[in-house]
C-alpha cells in the first residue's frame, strides 16, 4: 500500500513554495546545518519597514510545515515568514553532541541572522515554545515579542513529574516517540479535544516517515528537564501572548495561568474552546484569527511600526 504522508508531504512542499517560502540550508557551523523555510523576498523584507518576520517554531511531532502549514498560508503574504526545522527534524542535523533546548535557540538566531533578520516575532508550540522562550532570553535585541502555545518556557523535574503521572506515563519518550501504530493513535487522542476516526494504515504510514532520528530525539527530551534546584523563573523584556487549548491535557489551562501570573503584566493569555493541545492544528481558522489580531497589535496593516 502507498504511503499517504509520503505522498503528501510533496503537495505540501509544493504548496509551501506557491505560497513564496523556499527551503535554505543555512550552515551555522561545520557538521550543523539548519533548514529554514523563509520568504522568497526576506533578505529584502524582513526588517525594512514592508513586511515584519515572524517566525514558526515547531514541536515535537512533525517538522516546521507540517506543523505550521494552516499558518503560514494564513500569513505569508502581509509577513515575511520563517520556518524553521529544529535539529533532527526536517532537513536539520549537527554533529554537535549538545541537545540543550539552548542550543536549538542559539543556532536558530545563527541561522536567522544569516538571512538577515534583524527583529521577528517568534511563534513556538510545544517544545517549539522552550526554544522560541529560549531565544527570546538569549536574543532580547532579535525578539520582539513572543507567541506562546502549549508548554512552559522551562520545564522542571516536579512539573515533569507531575504531568506524566496524569497522563500515566512513565516517561516523555514513551509518550512522544511511539513505535506503535496504537501509541501514536493515543498521543494523538491525547493532543486533541476530539481526534477524528482515521484508518489504522494512516498511524503506520505516518511512524515510517514522522519517527526518524530516535536516539538523538530521546537526549533532546532528557536534555530538556532541568533539576528543581537550577530553576529560576526567567525573565523577558518582550510582550508574550499566551495561547492556549482550553482543553489542554499535557500542559492544562491551569499551567498557562501560572505561567501568566510569573510573566506579570507584559502577558496576555487567550484560551480556545473545544480545542487540545494540537491547538493550531485542530482549531486553526479560530487560532490563525487569534494570530492575527495580536500581530496587528504588534504591527500596524502589516507594517512595522
Not at 494512516?202 to 528537564?225: G, I, N, P, S, Y
Given at each position: 500500500?502507498?504511503?499517504?504522508?509520503?505522498?503528501?508531504?510533496?503537495?505540501?512542499?509544493?504548496?509551501?513554495?506557491?505560497?513564496?517560502?523556499?527551503?535554505?540550508?543555512?550552515?551555522?557551523?561545520?557538521?550543523?546545518?539548519?533548514?529554514?523555510?523563509?520568504?522568497?523576498?526576506?533578505?529584502?523584507n524582513a526588517n525594512n519597514g514592508k513586511k515584519p518576520a515572524v517566525?514558526?517554531?515547531?514541536?515535537?511531532?512533525?517538522?516546521?510545515?507540517?506543523?505550521?502549514?494552516?499558518?503560514?498560508?494564513?500569513?505569508?503574504?502581509?509577513?515575511?515568514?520563517?520556518?524553521?526545522?529544529?535539529?533532527?527534524?526536517?532537513?536539520?542535523?549537527?554533529?554537535?553532541?549538545?541537545?540543550?533546548?539552548?542550543?536549538?535557540?542559539?543556532?536558530?538566531?545563527?541561522?536567522?541572522?544569516?538571512?538577515?533578520?534583524?527583529?521577528?516575532?517568534?511563534?513556538?508550540?510545544?517544545?517549539?515554545?522552550?526554544?522560541?522562550?529560549?531565544?527570546?532570553?538569549?536574543?532580547?535585541?532579535?525578539?520582539?515579542?513572543?507567541?506562546?502555545?502549549?508548554?512552559?518556557?522551562?520545564?522542571?523535574?516536579?512539573?515533569?513529574?507531575?504531568?506524566?503521572?496524569?497522563?500515566?506515563?512513565?516517561?516523555?519518550?514513551?509518550?512522544?516517540?511511539?513505535?506503535?501504530?496504537?501509541?501514536?493513535?493515543?498521543?494523538?487522542?491525547?493532543?486533541?479535544?476530539?481526534?477524528?476516526?482515521?484508518?489504522?494504515?494512516?498511524?503506520?504510514?505516518?511512524?515510517?516517515?514522522?519517527?526518524?532520528?530516535?536516539?538523538?530525539?530521546?537526549?533532546?527530551?532528557?536534555?530538556?528537564?532541568?533539576?528543581?534546584?537550577?530553576?529560576?523563573?526567567?525573565?523577558?523584556?518582550?510582550?508574550?501572548?499566551?495561547?492556549?487549548?482550553?482543553?489542554?491535557?499535557?500542559?492544562?489551562?491551569?499551567?498557562?495561568?501560572?505561567?501568566?501570573?510569573?510573566?506579570?503584566?507584559?502577558?496576555?493569555?487567550?484560551?480556545?474552546?473545544?480545542?487540545?493541545?494540537?491547538?493550531?492544528?485542530?482549531?486553526?481558522?479560530?487560532?490563525?484569527?487569534?494570530?492575527?489580531?495580536?500581530?496587528?497589535?504588534?504591527?500596524?496593516?502589516?507594517?512595522?511600526?
Amino acid at each position: 500500500m502507498v504511503n499517504t504522508l509520503k505522498l503528501y508531504k510533496p503537495l505540501l512542499r509544493a504548496t509551501m513554495k506557491l505560497a513564496g517560502l523556499r527551503p535554505q540550508k543555512i550552515e551555522v557551523e561545520p557538521g550543523t546545518v539548519m533548514n529554514i523555510w523563509a520568504s522568497t523576498r526576506s533578505k529584502k523584507n524582513a526588517n525594512n519597514g514592508k513586511k515584519p518576520a515572524v517566525v514558526f517554531v515547531h514541536g515535537f511531532v512533525g517538522d516546521g510545515i507540517l506543523t505550521w502549514q494552516f499558518q503560514v498560508l494564513a500569513l505569508a503574504r502581509n509577513y515575511t515568514v520563517y520556518v524553521p526545522d529544529l535539529f533532527f527534524f526536517g532537513g536539520s542535523y549537527t554533529s554537535d553532541g549538545r541537545r540543550m533546548v539552548g542550543f536549538q535557540a542559539e543556532c536558530l538566531a545563527r541561522g536567522l541572522a544569516k538571512l538577515g533578520v534583524q527583529r521577528c516575532t517568534v511563534v513556538g508550540f510545544s517544545y517549539g515554545t522552550m526554544v522560541a522562550f529560549s531565544l527570546a532570553e538569549l536574543q532580547p535585541e532579535l525578539v520582539e515579542s513572543v507567541v506562546a502555545t502549549g508548554c512552559p518556557p522551562v520545564l522542571t523535574e516536579s512539573l515533569t513529574r507531575e504531568r506524566l503521572e496524569s497522563l500515566g506515563l512513565p516517561t516523555w519518550s514513551e509518550f512522544l516517540l511511539p513505535d506503535s501504530a496504537s501509541a501514536l493513535k493515543k498521543l494523538l487522542e491525547i493532543g486533541s479535544f476530539h481526534f477524528p476516526w482515521l484508518p489504522k494504515c494512516v498511524f503506520r504510514h505516518a511512524l515510517e516517515v514522522m519517527f526518524d532520528c530516535r536516539k538523538e530525539r530521546t537526549e533532546l527530551l532528557e536534555a530538556m528537564v532541568i533539576p528543581d534546584k537550577d530553576f529560576a523563573f526567567p525573565q523577558y523584556s518582550q510582550r508574550v501572548y499566551l495561547v492556549w487549548g482550553e482543553n489542554d491535557r499535557i500542559f492544562p489551562v491551569e499551567v498557562a495561568n501560572s505561567l501568566k501570573e510569573n510573566l506579570g503584566v507584559n502577558a496576555t493569555l487567550v484560551c480556545i474552546e473545544k480545542a487540545g493541545h494540537i491547538v493550531a492544528l485542530e482549531r486553526p481558522f479560530v487560532y490563525n484569527k487569534c494570530l492575527k489580531k495580536i500581530l496587528a497589535s504588534i504591527y500596524k496593516d502589516g507594517h512595522t511600526k
